[in-house]
């Protein structure tokens, strides 16, 4: 087996990187800077990053089948045109909740865009608690709510064979699964499949490979895990030089590559100068696993 290699590719830091999707067609990361109110692409075949700035936090941006994308922006779900910059609104969720925002999304198999929210943070991890949902931009642009008392509503990835829905509430320290119905995209039978140790902090963002394994990014714990959801352990810890690792996804051309996220945020000048490349983008290889591709949004 090849070893492990992990590289910082993007230097320009996020103030919360989050998000992250591969975007074939132009050889591509799409992400977002969720405090920084900035949608990003990094070109990886020119090294550049084009950035869309919006007008409130991001949660999480997908690809939409029509082109462009869908956002999780403020407590909107909206359309991005990417190449006239053009936001157009779509939804409204937690209208009752003025200090709410999305958080992380992705799209389900069948192209509906899942997204949840979470009250605003005062600093990482504070902030009034139950107070986010986990809702779907259907194809028709309804919004289905599936459940409410989420404190940060963040990773999600369906397995391989499409039966089961994981998800991450960050604040409970643990990954959850639920049986999903793909034809319905109803959730039941909510579980923890693992429970985050001390040293691993909080669970973020995560995304599923092949062989139907988690990878699970922990903020603060400067590293990715991988979970085999099945039998509850822990497989493989990779560690990275920063503690503030948000989200990872598959990526490259035969989605061998896992490309991780990272945050700058509330990191003071000290922990910032041990850390220089909080806030980039890291690329893994040689782990020997495959992702899949994203979904896109149907609507
Ligand atoms: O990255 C995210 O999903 C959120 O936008 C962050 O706010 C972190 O989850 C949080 O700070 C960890 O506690
Ligand atoms: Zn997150």
Not at 168 to 178: E, G, N, P, Q, Y
Not at 227 to 232: N, S
Request: proline content about 4%.
């Amino acid at each position: 087996m090849a070893s492990i290699k992990i590289d910082c590719v993007v230097k320009d830091s996020c103030k919360i990187g989050e998000c992250p999707f591969w975007e074939v067609k132009e050889s591509s990361l799409v992400y977002v800077d969720v405090t920084g109110q900035k949608v990003c692409k990094w070109n990886t075949v020119t090294n550049k990053v084009k950035t869309v700035c919006v007008d409130a936090p991001i949660g999480s941006v997908v690809p939409r089948r029509s082109g462009g994308y869908a956002l999780a922006l403020g407590t909107r779900f909206a359309f991005l045109d990417w190449d006239k910059e053009c936001v157009t609104d779509i939804a409204h969720v937690d209208k009752d909740k003025g200090n709410n925002r999305f958080n992380d999304g992705k799209v389900d198999p069948a192209g509906r865009f899942f997204a949840g929210t979470m009250g605003m943070e005062i600093r990482p991890a504070e902030l009034e608690l139950k107070q986010g949902s986990l809702y779907t931009l259907q194809a028709d642009h309804s919004v289905v709510k599936h459940f409410d008392q989420v404190d940060i509503s963040n990773g999600l990835d369906w397995s391989p064979d499409h039966k089961v829905f994981y998800y991450i509430d960050s604040l409970s320290f643990t990954v959850d699964a639920f049986d999903y119905d793909l034809q319905s995209g109803k959730l039941s039978n909510r579980r923890a499949v693992y429970k985050l140790e001390a040293e691993e902090a909080i669970p973020d963002g995560q995304c599923i490979d092949e062989e139907g394994k988690l990878w699970v990014a922990c903020y603060n714990g400067g590293r990715v895990l991988r979970i085999d959801p099945e039998t509850g352990k822990r497989i493989q810890t990779v560690k990275l030089p920063v503690d503030k690792t948000t989200s990872c996804c598959f990526g490259g051309r035969d989605y061998s590559e896992l490309y991780v996220t990272s945050a700058s945020d509330a990191m003071d000048e000290e922990w910032l100068k041990r850390q220089p490349q909080a806030g980039g983008i890291f690329k893994i290889t040689g782990l020997g696993v495959k992702g899949f591709a994203p979904h896109s949004f149907a609507g």
